[in-house]
């Protein structure tokens, strides 16, 4: 399948402080030269933080703010911007969500906080989206749903680090029709197993006016049912990888 036009997100690594020290620097200085490794991070600093797809889903790299009530606060962020320590730009590609808090809570990662159901229903409510979809932990299926289906993540790096996780991506077609797609490493290649869930317009799922259903497929009813336990997240610290723009 081709693609008319790509939008890449700001990422929690698209930092030249972060990015340095794992890698990133080194590969470009060998196969390219410093001086482009240094283009990169300027170019980086021009991306979009978040997007909205067909209305109905907040894609982000990281999570919500407490600073983030409307979109609007995204879209008030000028650009090129740095990445701070802490605030809305921070939590957008650092927060992650947590079953044990209702609004918000410290993050175990040390920079950035945690999101609770409560918040993230608020938040669907207030800007009238559905789900929101996000990266920045690695999860053993590929993808999990979590805080009562309002939160999807979706991880595309297989076997992480020497982990056995499988790999996923969210494709969202006609008639907003969410499709997940998971895959793993074989001989060193990509090996798709096809396509997990369509989730389509009937269970109430996720948030405002919700229209989500897990069809037949009985791993994706699992997940949605009894989600994965908290200990499967993994907080990724190496380089992470993998509409409408905020």
Known sequence: MGYEKVTLLRWNHA???VNSRYG??????RKL???????????FSYFSL??????????????ISPELLTLEDIKRVKKPFEVPRNGLVCDLLWSDPDKNVSMLGKSKRKISVTFGRESVRKFLE??????IIR???????GFKFCLKQQVLTVFSAPEYSGKSNKAAEAIIGQNSVLRIHTFGINGGSLDGVGVVSDLEGKTQLGGHNSGLDVNNNLDVKKELNEG???????TVEPPAKRAKMQ
């Open 15 to 17: 930092k030249e402080s």
């Open 24 to 29: 990133f620097k080194t590969e470009c200085c």
């Open 33 to 43: 030269t410093e001086a482009t490794y240094k283009k990169f991070n300027e170019t």
């Open 50 to 63: 978040a997007a909205t797809v067909d209305s109905k889903f907040f894609c982000v790299h990281g999570g």
């Open 126 to 131: 207030a800007n009238k989206l559905q789900l």
């Open 135 to 141: 990266a920045h932990q690695c999860v053993p299926k």
């Open 228 to 234: 994965s336990p908290d200990s499967d997240d993994e």
